[in-house]
């Protein structure tokens, strides 16, 4: 069984920065690959950024891209999400999620390809 929890998030200023954790538990952490989603009210959940099982492949959506982190450790089963220059409209709930296919070298980006899921946490930020 595959746990993940979320932390750091809280309630900012545009401009502020803001660092989440996921931290995993369950085997085989190395062997999959994470993402960050990201659902705002009454919108649809989104992909933000997901880094390969490694570490080494990243994706970032057009609207987080040159401000946000993603960042994994294997020896501590976490994986991050720096969040620099926040908007308000980065305000949401923040899921992690575990890819659901093994031993792939690329971020998956499509919410179907995730198997396990944190309850999220909110971030708010204000203007």
């Known amino acids: 069984q595959v746990q993940l929890v979320e932390s750091g998030g809280g309630l900012v200023q545009a401009g502020d920065s803001l660092r989440l954790s996921c931290a995993a538990s369950?085997?085989?952490?190395?062997?999959?690959?994470m993402g960050w989603f990201r659902q705002a009210p009454g919108k649809e959940r989104e992909i933000v950024a997901a880094?390969?099982?490694?570490?080494?492949?990243?994706y970032y959506s057009d609207s987080v891209k040159g401000r946000f982190t993603i960042s994994r450790d294997n020896a501590k089963n976490t994986v991050d999400l720096q969040m620099n220059r926040l908007k308000p409209e980065d305000t949401a709930v923040y899921y992690c999620?575990?890819?659901?296919?093994?031993?792939?070298?690329?971020?998956?980006?499509?919410?179907?390809?995730?198997?396990?899921w944190g309850q999220g946490t909110q971030v708010t930020v204000s203007s």
């Open positions: 999620a575990r890819g659901g296919d093994r031993y792939l070298d690329i971020p998956q980006l499509e919410e179907s390809e995730y198997d396990y």
């Open positions: 880094i390969s099982r490694g570490g080494g492949n990243t």
């Open positions: 369950g085997r085989a952490f190395s062997s999959y690959g």
